[in-house]
Every structure is written in structure tokens, then in C-alpha cells.
Nanobody, 125 residues
């Protein structure tokens, strides 16, 4: 079993930055592909970013490419999502997901076996 805990969400203004963290336990962290998804009220959950188990490969949704950066620190069993130039449309609950057996990049929620409880990000205009 993999336990994932997100943190770092909050209320910011448009143009600000936030860094989300996803702390994992219960599995060999360095073997996990980690994905980030988000869900805004009344909208479908959508893929945001993913990082391979090695950290050498990353993938981003077009809506965040150039603004968000995903990284991992295996010594801390943590993946980060650095979010820059935030926009009101980035407002959502952000979830991290994990799996050890996926192709890369896995961009569908159902492909992952584990996910966290989510953290709220609100961007005001």
C-alpha cells in the first residue's frame, strides 16, 4: 500500500506562485511514477503533470506547460509541483497519484492505483 499526503495549497492572487508537496510512504518511493491531477467545481478531473520513477522524464498538460514544474526528492520521499504565474482557472483541488507499473506518461486517473486526499488551491483575480 502507498500512502500519499498532499500539502501546500492555499489562497493566492493571480500571478503568484505556490509549491505543492506530495509525501509518500509504504512503498519503495524511487520505483513510483507520480502524477498530479486537479478537479475544479463542476468540472471533470484533469491531468496536470507526471514525473517518471527516475525523475528523468516529465510531462505536462498544455494548460500548465511553461508555468508548472514537477520534481522529486527521493531522499525525502516527496514530489513537488511548483506552480508559477497562477491564473484563476488554476483554482481546483489538486491530487497526487502513484503507481509502479505504468507506462510513462500515464495521464488518466484510472491508471493509477493510489491517490492522496487532495489540497485546495484558490487563485483570486
Amino acid at each position: 500500500q502507498v500512502q500519499l499526503v498532499e500539502s501546500g495549497g492555499g489562497l493566492v492572487q493571480a500571478g503568484d506562485s505556490l509549491r505543492l508537496s506530495c509525501a509518500a510512504s509504504g512503498y519503495t518511493f524511487s520505483s513510483l511514477q507520480i502524477g498530479w491531477f486537479r478537479q475544479a467545481p463542476g468540472k471533470e478531473r484533469e491531468f496536470v503533470a507526471a514525473i517518471s520513477w527516475s525523475g528523468r522524464s516529465t510531462d505536462y498538460a498544455d494548460t500548465v506547460k511553461g508555468r508548472f514544474i514537477v520534481s522529486r526528492d527521493d531522499s525525502k520521499n516527496t514530489v513537488y509541483l511548483q506552480m508559477n504565474s497562477l491564473k484563476p482557472e488554476d483554482t481546483a483541488v489538486y491530487y497526487c497519484t502513484a503507481d509502479s507499473r505504468l507506462h510513462f506518461p500515464a495521464t488518466l486517473w484510472d491508471e493509477y492505483d493510489y491517490w492522496g486526499q487532495g489540497t485546495q488551491v484558490t487563485v483570486s483575480s
